[in-house]
């Protein structure tokens, strides 16, 4: 099993330009989520997910779309990018059959908005 | 709301001595708390969690954590620390009453381990 992999691992946008993350898992996880990291504030949830088609927001989802077609994958769209929006950015996923499963991470993209 | 709490920026510990990464938390009902270590450019790798019963977790790498109720704390230790133990830890809580699974997470300790 890959687990969870994410791509691209690095990208430089200009102000105003959109771009998608890609997120995909081969664990047969039912719930996906979405981080983003900024220096000393942990991670922070934009969207999450526990199903195809079924997506939910989190903490930080302004400026941010996700769609979930399949259970393997689970986009993250930045639309008109803004220079906030500089983190990295983390996808996971977890099995949850009803118990307190772990989530597992990707290895991150870093964006940066320039 | 639940929220988590790591007091500490950095912790700095010489090889071989204990290392303790302090982590208090806040949640509406029961608390599932875990523990993550990230290494420099990589994912979160998981390390332990609490669910219930007995309240000290062992976990990967020589980590355990004590979870105390009464202090709501569920702090990260290892009896005796390598360098290649230096990395940013975080700790997460999760509602038990949450069925969607969502972790809050605290701000992260880096912890540098000198030989």
């Known amino acids: 099993n890959a687990g969870v992999t994410q791509t691209p691992k690095f990208r430089i946008l200009k102000i105003g330009q959109s771009m998608t993350l890609q997120c995909t898992q081969d664990m047969n996880h039912n719930y996906m989520y979405w981080y983003r990291q900024d220096p000393g504030m942990g991670l922070k949830l934009i969207y999450y997910?526990?199903?195809?088609?079924?997506?939910d927001k989190g903490e930080v989802p302004n400026g941010y779309n996700v769609s979930r077609s399949t259970t393997e994958d689970f986009p993250l769209r930045l639309e008109l990018a803004a220079p906030s929006q500089t983190s990295v950015y983390f996808c996971a996923s977890s099995l949850q059959r009803g118990g307190p499963d772990t989530q597992y991470f990707g290895p991150g993209t870093r964006l940066t908005v320039l | 709301a639940q929220s988590v709490a790591q007091p500490e920026d950095q912790v700095n510990v010489a090889e071989g001595n204990p290392l303790t990464v302090k982590c208090t938390y806040s949640?509406?009902?029961?608390?599932?708390l875990f523990w993550y270590v990230q290494y420099p450019n990589r994912g979160l790798q998981f390390l332990l969690k609490?669910?219930?019963?007995?309240?000290l977790v062992k976990g990967s790498y020589g980590f355990e954590a004590e979870f105390n109720k009464s202090q709501t704390s569920f702090h990260l230790k290892k009896p005796s620390a390598l360098v290649s133990d230096s990395a940013l830890y975080f700790c997460?809580?999760?509602?038990?009453?949450?069925?969607?699974?969502?972790?809050?997470f605290g701000a992260g300790t880096q912890v540098v381990v000198t030989p």
């Open positions: 609490y669910i219930t019963g007995d309240n």
């Open positions: 997460a809580v999760r509602d038990i009453l949450d069925s969607w699974g969502k972790l809050q």
């Open positions: 997910s526990v199903g195809a088609g079924i997506t």
């Open positions: 949640v509406s009902g029961n608390p599932y």
